[in-house]
């Protein structure tokens, strides 16, 4: 009984249930598919898109200066107020020669009413609520212009945080061979020091340059865990979910016709939500100003009054126009007037602010964009010379020729150059990211 025990707990503990988690699950993914992702499952997108649907259904609301406003209802009085006591037996058209009587009109027995009544109310001139609509129309296209833009936001974000990943798969690749050519270094260090060729105090020194490099690595792969987090998080996956990366990182001279874009930014999302933000609040100050006509609306009701529940036995209607103008509300117009003045010339400063600031920032992007294509050359030559000295000194050292301490130098220059250059085309990049995001154009 007891082997058969162990034989089923030991069958339980191999048998696993449940199904892998997806923290150890891996997605290879292209930038457009990173992308392609992010349209559908991003945070900041969803929202804008869900703001969108709530500025269109704000401006559904103003379609109630059209149509007309029915109202149903079904009230039950009991009451012996004389005068209520009466009216309601006139509605009901159950009035009779003595009900007339002083003694009963004065002091009156008490009356059920049951009224079902239809209302219609129909705007007809509503100045004000013209312009209101008109204010909404051009709030839900500056809505519809931001969503826009956080769109392409989002995707620049992307797109840095894609290559980021890269960046820090390559780093820790480096790092990965830097170490090899340090444990090299130490192990034939060791081999020297054996036979007499090199002192402890070198040996020590290629031990430490291999725990410092160790140390990088770490933090490389540190970075490389967040960056991989960031990314997953921007596309609304798992953010335990491993992305392994296709695209790479990699110099494309073409994309330098970015420097000659003629800058015509006046359509962009972001300027035009500016502009039909300034509409809107243009259209909301007239619509201040209408406050101070008349408006005309009309209306009608039918109602049926029994002395029953749903009872229909008689019947009245009413039909009528109502013209009102509010000549003086305290002063309370008046302010809502200026305070739309004022919110309009602010809206107009922040505009002129933003294109001011936006030219200034294509210029700075040109810049930067053909800054960081000259340091792609630079770093690159400065990678192969750095290899080729620390290949040449490594001969060098095996013959005995070289100090363990210049040999290190080498490494770690070596490293540090091959580092640069992967951040030169990582900066590159994100030059041309930054720059298709101002001009929200494609260079590629």
């Not at 192990?187 to 090199?198: D, H, I, P, R, S």
């Not at 010339?345 to 930067?368: C, D, P």
């Amino acid at each position: 009984m007891r082997n058969f025990i162990y034989l089923v707990i030991c069958t339980l503990c191999l048998w696993n249930p449940f199904p892998v988690s997806a923290q150890n699950s891996e997605v290879v993914l292209s930038l457009q598919d990173a992308l392609a992702k992010a349209a559908e499952n991003n945070w900041q997108i969803n929202k804008a898109k869900e703001q969108g649907k709530a500025a269109k259904a704000e401006f559904r609301e103003t379609n109630s200066i059209f149509l007309p406003n029915l109202n149903v209802s079904h009230t039950v009085v009991t009451t012996n107020d004389p005068l209520s006591a009466f009216g309601f037996k006139l509605k009901q058209e159950i009035t009779k020669q003595e009900d007339f009587n002083p003694i009963l009109l004065n002091d009156p027995k008490h009356i059920e009413n049951f009224a079902s009544k239809i209302e219609v109310q129909q705007p007809i001139i509503n100045l004000d609520g013209l312009y209101g609509r008109k204010a909404a129309s051009a709030k839900l296209q500056a809505v519809d212009y931001t969503t826009e833009r956080t769109i392409n936001y989002t995707k620049f974000e992307v797109k840095k945080a894609y290559y980021q990943l890269e960046l820090a798969k390559q780093a820790v690749v480096v790092l990965d061979k830097s170490i090899e050519v340090a444990k090299s270094a130490e192990e034939l260090t060791a081999n020297n020091l054996k036979q007499g060729y090199v002192k402890d105090a070198d040996l020590l020194a290629a031990k430490v340059r291999v725990l410092e490099l160790n140390t990088q690595l770490l933090d490389a792969k540190n970075n490389k865990k967040q960056a991989n987090e960031y990314l997953a998080y921007l596309l609304g996956m798992d953010i335990n979910t491993q992305i392994s990366t296709s695209d790479h990182l990699e110099k494309q001279p073409s994309l330098l016709s970015g420097l000659v874009q003629v800058e015509d930014t006046g359509f962009r999302s972001d300027l035009m939500a500016y502009k039909k933000g300034i509409e809107a609040r243009k259209n909301m100050l007239k619509s201040q100003k209408m406050q101070f006509l008349p408006r005309l609306n009309a209306f009608g009701a039918y109602e049926w009054n029994d002395d029953h529940l749903f009872g229909t036995s008689a019947n009245n209607y009413m039909i009528g126009a109502s013209l009102s103008w509010n000549l003086f509300s305290g002063y309370k117009n008046v302010g809502k007037v200026q305070k739309a003045k004022a919110e309009l010339k602010i809206a107009e400063l922040n505009l002129s602010e933003y294109e001011s600031r936006n030219n200034m920032e294509i210029q700075g992007a040109k810049r930067n964009l053909k800054l960081a294509f000259d340091r792609i050359e630079l770093t690159k030559l400065a990678k192969e010379q750095s290899l080729e000295a620390l290949r040449i000194r490594e001969n060098r050292y095996k013959q005995g020729l070289e100090k363990t301490t210049d040999l290190l130098y080498s490494e770690s220059v070596s490293l540090a150059r091959s580092l640069d250059y992967i951040n030169a085309l990582y900066k590159y990049h994100v030059a041309v990211f930054q720059l298709e995001l101002l001009l929200e154009k494609d260079l590629q």
